[in-house]
Protein backbone atom coordinates (compact mmCIF):
# COMPACT_ATOMS: atom_id res chain seq x y z
CA UNK A 1 0.00 0.00 0.00
CA UNK A 2 1.17 3.48 -0.96
CA UNK A 3 2.75 5.22 2.07
CA UNK A 4 0.57 7.76 4.01
CA UNK A 5 3.79 10.00 4.68
CA UNK A 6 4.44 10.64 1.31
CA UNK A 7 0.69 10.90 0.43
CA UNK A 8 0.30 13.17 3.09
CA UNK A 9 3.65 15.03 2.28
CA UNK A 10 2.58 15.42 -1.22
CA UNK A 11 -0.33 17.73 -0.24
CA UNK A 12 0.79 19.01 2.32
CA UNK A 13 3.60 20.36 0.55
CA UNK A 14 1.43 22.11 -2.58
CA UNK A 15 -0.68 23.69 -0.17
CA UNK A 16 2.63 24.56 1.56
CA UNK A 17 4.31 25.96 -1.35
CA UNK A 18 1.13 27.58 -2.74
CA UNK A 19 0.73 29.50 0.95
CA UNK A 20 4.49 30.81 0.96
CA UNK A 21 4.21 32.07 -2.54
CA UNK A 22 0.66 33.77 -2.68
CA UNK A 23 1.88 36.73 -0.80
CA UNK A 24 4.36 37.31 -3.52
CA UNK A 25 2.31 36.52 -6.69
CA UNK A 26 3.64 38.39 -9.89
CA UNK A 27 6.54 40.78 -7.95
CA UNK A 28 10.34 40.12 -9.72
CA UNK A 29 13.06 38.70 -7.78
CA UNK A 30 14.29 42.61 -7.41
CA UNK A 31 11.13 43.31 -5.50
CA UNK A 32 11.17 40.57 -3.30
CA UNK A 33 14.69 41.26 -2.46
CA UNK A 34 14.25 44.70 -1.83
CA UNK A 35 10.57 44.38 -0.09
CA UNK A 36 11.70 41.06 2.30
CA UNK A 37 15.39 39.89 1.70
CA UNK A 38 14.66 36.45 1.31
CA UNK A 39 11.72 34.91 1.88
CA UNK A 40 12.27 32.34 4.41
CA UNK A 41 8.92 32.23 5.99
CA UNK A 42 5.76 33.51 5.59
CA UNK A 43 5.71 37.24 4.51
CA UNK A 44 2.65 39.60 4.78
CA UNK A 45 1.27 40.65 1.24
CA UNK A 46 2.33 44.09 0.82
CA UNK A 47 -0.25 46.87 0.90
CA UNK A 48 0.03 47.34 -2.86
CA UNK A 49 -1.89 43.80 -3.46
CA UNK A 50 -5.16 45.62 -1.89
CA UNK A 51 -5.07 47.90 -4.78
CA UNK A 52 -5.96 44.05 -6.86
CA UNK A 53 -8.03 42.40 -4.02
CA UNK A 54 -8.66 39.58 -5.96
CA UNK A 55 -5.31 38.38 -5.64
CA UNK A 56 -4.95 39.11 -1.72
CA UNK A 57 -5.22 36.56 0.31
CA UNK A 58 -5.91 35.89 3.87
CA UNK A 59 -2.30 34.53 5.39
CA UNK A 60 -1.94 31.07 5.59
CA UNK A 61 -5.14 30.77 3.23
CA UNK A 62 -4.40 28.74 0.34
CA UNK A 63 -5.56 29.70 -3.21
CA UNK A 64 -7.17 28.09 -6.56
CA UNK A 65 -3.56 25.79 -7.28
CA UNK A 66 -4.32 24.01 -3.38
CA UNK A 67 -8.60 24.07 -3.91
CA UNK A 68 -8.18 22.45 -7.64
CA UNK A 69 -5.57 19.71 -6.25
CA UNK A 70 -8.27 19.30 -3.10
CA UNK A 71 -10.84 19.11 -5.44
CA UNK A 72 -9.01 16.28 -7.84
CA UNK A 73 -8.12 14.40 -4.47
CA UNK A 74 -11.73 13.94 -3.51
CA UNK A 75 -13.14 12.65 -7.19
CA UNK A 76 -10.67 10.27 -6.69
CA UNK A 77 -11.52 9.22 -3.19
CA UNK A 78 -15.28 9.21 -4.25
CA UNK A 79 -14.76 7.59 -7.93
CA UNK A 80 -11.36 6.15 -8.58
CA UNK A 81 -11.05 8.12 -11.61
CA UNK A 82 -11.31 11.73 -13.41
CA UNK A 83 -14.14 12.92 -15.65
CA UNK A 84 -13.97 16.35 -17.12
CA UNK A 85 -18.03 16.64 -16.36
CA UNK A 86 -17.44 15.93 -12.83
CA UNK A 87 -15.06 17.64 -12.30
CA UNK A 88 -16.81 20.79 -13.96
CA UNK A 89 -19.87 20.07 -11.82
CA UNK A 90 -17.88 20.62 -8.49
CA UNK A 91 -16.21 24.14 -9.78
CA UNK A 92 -19.63 25.16 -11.22
CA UNK A 93 -21.23 24.22 -7.23
CA UNK A 94 -18.06 26.07 -5.88
CA UNK A 95 -18.67 28.92 -8.30
CA UNK A 96 -22.13 29.28 -7.10
CA UNK A 97 -21.39 29.90 -4.16
CA UNK A 98 -22.96 33.46 -2.37
CA UNK A 99 -20.16 35.17 -0.33
CA UNK A 100 -20.41 38.31 1.40
CA UNK A 101 -18.74 40.84 3.79
CA UNK A 102 -19.59 43.79 5.12
CA UNK A 103 -18.67 46.72 2.84
CA UNK A 104 -16.03 48.90 3.88
CA UNK A 105 -17.62 52.13 3.68
CA UNK A 106 -20.94 51.51 4.48
CA UNK A 107 -20.56 48.76 6.48
CA UNK A 108 -23.79 47.25 5.03
CA UNK A 109 -23.40 43.23 4.11
CA UNK A 110 -22.93 43.05 0.27
CA UNK A 111 -21.73 39.78 -1.93
CA UNK A 112 -18.13 40.20 -3.02
CA UNK A 113 -16.56 40.76 -6.06
CA UNK A 114 -13.37 39.62 -4.90
CA UNK A 115 -14.39 35.67 -5.45
CA UNK A 116 -15.45 33.68 -8.01
CA UNK A 117 -18.33 31.93 -5.33
CA UNK A 118 -15.75 30.03 -3.16
CA UNK A 119 -13.06 29.90 -6.04
CA UNK A 120 -10.08 32.21 -4.88
CA UNK A 121 -7.61 33.46 -7.34
CA UNK A 122 -8.57 31.75 -10.58
CA UNK A 123 -8.25 32.99 -13.93
CA UNK A 124 -9.99 34.11 -16.73
CA UNK A 125 -9.57 31.09 -18.50
CA UNK A 126 -11.08 28.76 -15.84
CA UNK A 127 -13.72 31.51 -14.50
CA UNK A 128 -15.01 31.64 -18.01
CA UNK A 129 -14.97 27.77 -18.97
CA UNK A 130 -16.41 26.74 -15.16
CA UNK A 131 -19.24 29.28 -16.59
CA UNK A 132 -20.10 27.96 -19.34
CA UNK A 133 -19.35 24.00 -19.31
CA UNK A 134 -21.67 23.58 -22.62
CA UNK A 135 -18.36 25.48 -24.79
CA UNK A 136 -15.21 24.00 -26.52
CA UNK A 137 -12.84 24.24 -23.52
CA UNK A 138 -10.81 27.14 -24.71
CA UNK A 139 -6.56 26.41 -26.12
CA UNK A 140 -5.56 28.07 -22.51
CA UNK A 141 -1.69 27.19 -22.44
CA UNK A 142 -1.15 28.25 -19.17
CA UNK A 143 0.13 26.18 -16.04
CA UNK A 144 -3.64 25.66 -14.20
CA UNK A 145 -3.98 22.32 -15.08
CA UNK A 146 -0.49 21.03 -13.78
CA UNK A 147 -0.83 22.93 -10.49
CA UNK A 148 -4.10 20.88 -9.74
CA UNK A 149 -2.73 17.42 -10.77
CA UNK A 150 -0.55 16.15 -8.14
CA UNK A 151 -2.98 13.79 -6.53
CA UNK A 152 -3.28 11.79 -9.89
CA UNK A 153 0.57 11.33 -9.22
CA UNK A 154 -0.38 9.52 -5.60
CA UNK A 155 -3.26 7.72 -6.35
CA UNK A 156 -1.73 6.11 -9.91
CA UNK A 157 1.61 5.98 -8.54
CA UNK A 158 2.03 2.41 -9.83
CA UNK A 159 0.06 2.65 -12.99
CA UNK A 160 1.48 4.66 -15.51
CA UNK A 161 -1.51 3.99 -18.21
CA UNK A 162 -4.09 5.20 -15.74
CA UNK A 163 -1.67 7.86 -14.57
CA UNK A 164 -1.11 9.52 -18.22
CA UNK A 165 -5.32 9.04 -18.99
CA UNK A 166 -6.37 10.78 -15.80
CA UNK A 167 -3.98 13.49 -15.87
CA UNK A 168 -5.00 14.77 -19.72
CA UNK A 169 -8.62 14.00 -18.89
CA UNK A 170 -7.78 16.25 -15.89
CA UNK A 171 -6.72 19.04 -18.11
CA UNK A 172 -9.15 18.65 -20.77
CA UNK A 173 -11.75 19.76 -18.24
CA UNK A 174 -10.64 23.16 -19.39
CA UNK A 175 -8.31 23.15 -21.85
CA UNK A 176 -8.21 22.21 -25.52
CA UNK A 177 -4.41 22.70 -25.23
CA UNK A 178 -2.09 20.56 -25.70
CA UNK A 179 0.77 22.26 -23.40
CA UNK A 180 -2.22 21.68 -20.46
CA UNK A 181 -2.22 18.25 -21.00
CA UNK A 182 1.25 16.94 -22.05
CA UNK A 183 2.47 19.46 -18.56
CA UNK A 184 -0.13 17.89 -16.47
CA UNK A 185 1.36 14.09 -16.95
CA UNK A 186 4.79 15.54 -16.43
CA UNK A 187 3.69 16.62 -12.57
CA UNK A 188 1.77 13.85 -12.07
CA UNK A 189 5.30 11.33 -13.35
CA UNK A 190 7.18 13.49 -11.53
CA UNK A 191 5.12 13.14 -8.47
CA UNK A 192 4.98 9.40 -8.95
CA UNK A 193 8.44 8.63 -9.89
CA UNK A 194 9.81 10.44 -6.54
CA UNK A 195 7.11 7.97 -4.76
CA UNK A 196 8.75 5.04 -6.14
CA UNK A 197 12.49 5.78 -6.90
CA UNK A 198 14.68 7.03 -3.70
CA UNK A 199 18.06 6.79 -5.81
CA UNK A 200 16.90 7.67 -9.10
CA UNK A 201 19.61 9.65 -10.92
CA UNK A 202 18.42 13.56 -11.95
CA UNK A 203 18.77 13.18 -15.67
CA UNK A 204 17.29 9.91 -16.00
CA UNK A 205 14.18 11.00 -13.65
CA UNK A 206 13.84 14.12 -15.96
CA UNK A 207 14.13 12.05 -19.21
CA UNK A 208 11.24 9.63 -17.68
CA UNK A 209 9.13 12.54 -16.95
CA UNK A 210 9.96 14.25 -20.37
CA UNK A 211 8.87 10.57 -21.56
CA UNK A 212 5.76 10.44 -19.86
CA UNK A 213 4.57 13.94 -21.43
CA UNK A 214 5.31 12.85 -24.80
CA UNK A 215 3.32 9.39 -24.23
CA UNK A 216 0.20 11.75 -23.23
CA UNK A 217 0.93 14.17 -26.74
CA UNK A 218 0.43 10.48 -28.46
CA UNK A 219 -2.56 9.74 -26.31
CA UNK A 220 -4.06 13.30 -26.91
CA UNK A 221 -3.62 12.89 -30.43
CA UNK A 222 -4.51 9.65 -30.78
CA UNK A 223 -8.09 9.25 -28.73
CA UNK A 224 -8.83 12.89 -27.56
CA UNK A 225 -7.89 15.16 -30.66
CA UNK A 226 -11.65 16.40 -31.00
CA UNK A 227 -10.96 17.91 -28.01
CA UNK A 228 -8.13 19.41 -29.19
CA UNK A 229 -7.89 23.36 -30.71
CA UNK A 230 -8.08 23.42 -34.07
CA UNK A 231 -4.15 23.85 -35.92
CA UNK A 232 -2.73 21.73 -32.78
CA UNK A 233 -0.97 19.16 -34.70
CA UNK A 234 2.24 22.05 -34.92
CA UNK A 235 2.36 22.21 -31.48
CA UNK A 236 1.71 18.16 -30.53
CA UNK A 237 4.84 17.48 -29.11
CA UNK A 238 6.65 21.47 -27.96
CA UNK A 239 6.11 20.15 -24.22
CA UNK A 240 7.93 17.32 -24.32
CA UNK A 241 10.50 18.53 -26.17
CA UNK A 242 11.46 21.02 -23.88
CA UNK A 243 11.33 18.58 -21.03
CA UNK A 244 14.13 16.12 -22.95
CA UNK A 245 15.98 19.50 -23.29
CA UNK A 246 15.78 20.32 -19.64
CA UNK A 247 17.19 16.84 -19.24
CA UNK A 248 20.08 17.91 -21.16
CA UNK A 249 20.77 21.31 -19.43
CA UNK A 250 19.91 21.12 -16.00
CA UNK A 251 23.29 20.85 -14.63
CA UNK A 252 24.05 24.78 -15.84
CA UNK A 253 23.72 27.64 -13.17
CA UNK A 254 20.54 28.19 -12.14
CA UNK A 255 20.05 31.76 -14.42
CA UNK A 256 21.60 30.06 -17.54
CA UNK A 257 18.94 27.38 -17.36
CA UNK A 258 16.05 29.85 -16.21
CA UNK A 259 17.29 32.01 -19.47
CA UNK A 260 17.13 28.52 -21.99
CA UNK A 261 13.83 27.60 -20.80
CA UNK A 262 12.23 31.44 -20.96
CA UNK A 263 14.23 31.52 -24.99
CA UNK A 264 12.45 27.85 -26.19
CA UNK A 265 8.83 29.26 -24.99
CA UNK A 266 9.90 32.58 -26.38
CA UNK A 267 10.40 30.52 -29.76
CA UNK A 268 7.46 28.42 -29.12
CA UNK A 269 5.26 30.43 -28.15
CA UNK A 270 6.24 33.92 -30.50
CA UNK A 271 6.34 36.30 -27.66
CA UNK A 272 9.66 38.47 -26.59
CA UNK A 273 8.98 39.22 -23.29
CA UNK A 274 8.93 36.02 -21.21
CA UNK A 275 10.91 34.72 -18.19
CA UNK A 276 10.86 30.85 -16.51
CA UNK A 277 8.50 31.81 -13.87
CA UNK A 278 5.85 33.27 -16.26
CA UNK A 279 2.97 30.98 -15.50
CA UNK A 280 3.10 29.33 -19.43
CA UNK A 281 2.72 25.73 -19.01
CA UNK A 282 5.96 25.64 -21.00
CA UNK A 283 8.20 27.88 -18.60
CA UNK A 284 6.18 26.95 -14.91
CA UNK A 285 6.49 23.38 -15.39
CA UNK A 286 9.91 22.75 -16.56
CA UNK A 287 10.95 25.58 -13.83
CA UNK A 288 8.97 23.59 -11.14
CA UNK A 289 10.73 20.47 -12.53
CA UNK A 290 14.29 22.40 -12.52
CA UNK A 291 14.03 23.28 -9.11
CA UNK A 292 12.71 20.33 -8.10
CA UNK A 293 15.69 17.98 -9.84
CA UNK A 294 18.47 20.75 -8.14
CA UNK A 295 17.43 20.04 -4.08
CA UNK A 296 15.55 16.78 -4.29
CA UNK A 297 16.58 15.91 -0.89
CA UNK A 298 15.70 19.28 0.34
CA UNK A 299 12.04 20.44 0.68
CA UNK A 300 12.48 23.58 2.57
CA UNK A 301 15.50 24.31 0.43
CA UNK A 302 13.18 23.82 -3.39
CA UNK A 303 10.47 25.69 -1.87
CA UNK A 304 12.50 28.98 -0.52
CA UNK A 305 14.00 29.02 -4.14
CA UNK A 306 11.13 28.72 -6.20
CA UNK A 307 9.43 30.90 -4.14
CA UNK A 308 12.18 33.97 -4.31
CA UNK A 309 12.50 33.61 -8.20
CA UNK A 310 9.32 35.69 -8.23
CA UNK A 311 6.42 35.22 -11.03
CA UNK A 312 4.08 32.58 -10.86
CA UNK A 313 5.30 32.14 -7.22
CA UNK A 314 2.07 30.45 -5.59
CA UNK A 315 1.81 27.66 -8.42
CA UNK A 316 5.82 27.08 -9.05
CA UNK A 317 5.82 26.87 -4.84
CA UNK A 318 2.93 24.30 -5.16
CA UNK A 319 4.64 22.18 -7.75
CA UNK A 320 7.85 22.20 -6.13
CA UNK A 321 6.33 21.71 -2.89
CA UNK A 322 3.72 18.75 -4.31
CA UNK A 323 6.74 16.63 -6.06
CA UNK A 324 9.17 17.05 -3.00
CA UNK A 325 6.30 16.52 -0.33
CA UNK A 326 6.04 13.11 -2.34
CA UNK A 327 9.44 12.31 -2.78
CA UNK A 328 10.64 12.72 0.54
CA UNK A 329 7.40 12.87 2.56
CA UNK A 330 5.50 14.87 5.34
CA UNK A 331 7.90 14.56 7.50
CA UNK A 332 10.55 16.78 5.99
CA UNK A 333 8.05 19.21 5.54
CA UNK A 334 8.51 21.64 8.70
CA UNK A 335 6.30 22.06 11.08
CA UNK A 336 6.95 26.12 11.13
CA UNK A 337 5.38 26.24 7.23
CA UNK A 338 2.64 23.31 8.10
CA UNK A 339 1.42 25.59 11.17
CA UNK A 340 0.63 28.86 8.87
CA UNK A 341 -1.96 26.52 6.82
CA UNK A 342 -5.49 27.53 7.54
CA UNK A 343 -6.43 24.07 6.63
CA UNK A 344 -3.79 21.77 7.60
CA UNK A 345 -5.86 19.07 9.20
CA UNK A 346 -9.15 18.81 5.84
CA UNK A 347 -5.40 18.69 3.91
CA UNK A 348 -4.04 16.01 5.86
CA UNK A 349 -6.74 14.17 5.75
CA UNK A 350 -7.37 14.22 2.41
CA UNK A 351 -3.69 12.54 2.12
CA UNK A 352 -4.35 10.63 4.23
CA UNK A 353 -7.53 8.83 2.23
CA UNK A 354 -5.38 9.36 -0.94
CA UNK A 355 -3.14 6.64 0.83
CA UNK A 356 -5.88 4.67 2.41
CA UNK A 357 -8.59 5.24 -0.56
CA UNK A 358 -11.29 6.10 1.97
CA UNK A 359 -12.69 9.03 3.86
CA UNK A 360 -11.79 9.40 7.39
CA UNK A 361 -12.92 10.68 10.28
CA UNK A 362 -13.65 14.67 10.68
CA UNK A 363 -13.68 15.17 6.78
CA UNK A 364 -15.45 17.97 5.26
CA UNK A 365 -16.90 18.10 2.05
CA UNK A 366 -15.03 20.58 -0.45
CA UNK A 367 -17.67 23.26 -1.03
CA UNK A 368 -18.43 23.81 2.70
CA UNK A 369 -14.81 24.00 3.65
CA UNK A 370 -13.89 26.16 0.70
CA UNK A 371 -16.98 28.16 1.55
CA UNK A 372 -16.29 28.77 5.69
CA UNK A 373 -12.38 29.84 4.44
CA UNK A 374 -13.78 32.36 1.62
CA UNK A 375 -15.83 34.33 3.67
CA UNK A 376 -12.93 33.95 6.61
CA UNK A 377 -11.22 35.62 3.97
CA UNK A 378 -13.19 38.42 2.64
CA UNK A 379 -14.19 39.62 6.07
CA UNK A 380 -10.40 40.24 6.97
CA UNK A 381 -10.08 41.74 3.23
CA UNK A 382 -12.87 43.78 4.42
CA UNK A 383 -11.58 45.48 7.37
CA UNK A 384 -8.28 45.50 6.23
CA UNK A 385 -9.11 47.67 3.38
CA UNK A 386 -11.05 49.34 5.93
CA UNK A 387 -8.00 50.38 8.18
CA UNK A 388 -5.70 51.24 5.20
CA UNK A 389 -8.50 53.66 3.73
CA UNK A 390 -8.48 55.39 6.86
CA UNK A 391 -4.97 55.77 7.22
CA UNK A 392 -4.82 57.24 3.44
CA UNK A 393 -2.29 54.22 1.89
CA UNK A 394 -6.07 53.11 -0.35
MG1 LIG B 1 -2.93 30.47 -7.19
Not at 48 to 70: E, F, I, K, N, V
Not at 211 to 223: C, D, G, Q
Not at 353 to 370: D, M, S
Amino acid sequence: MLSKDRAQGCLIGLAVGDVLGCPVEAMSPHEIKTGFGRIEDLVEAPVQAMRDTYYWRLPGLHSDDTQQALSITDILVENHEIKEDVLLEVWKEMAQTVITAPSTKTGRIKKCKETFGCHRGTGSNFRRRVKNTAAFAPPANGNGAAMRVAPVGVWFCRERKARIENAVRSALATSSHPHAAASAAAVAAAVALGIDNDSMNTRVFLEAVANEALLAETFLAEKCADQLHAGYEGRANEFSDALFQLAEWHYLPLQDALTKIADYAKSCLGLDKIFATKSFALTAVPTALLISARHKHDFTEGVIEAVNLGGDTDTIGALVGAILGAKNGLETVPVRYQQHLLAREQVLLRGQALATGRKGPGWICLPELERELTLQEARARSKLRGELMEKGFL
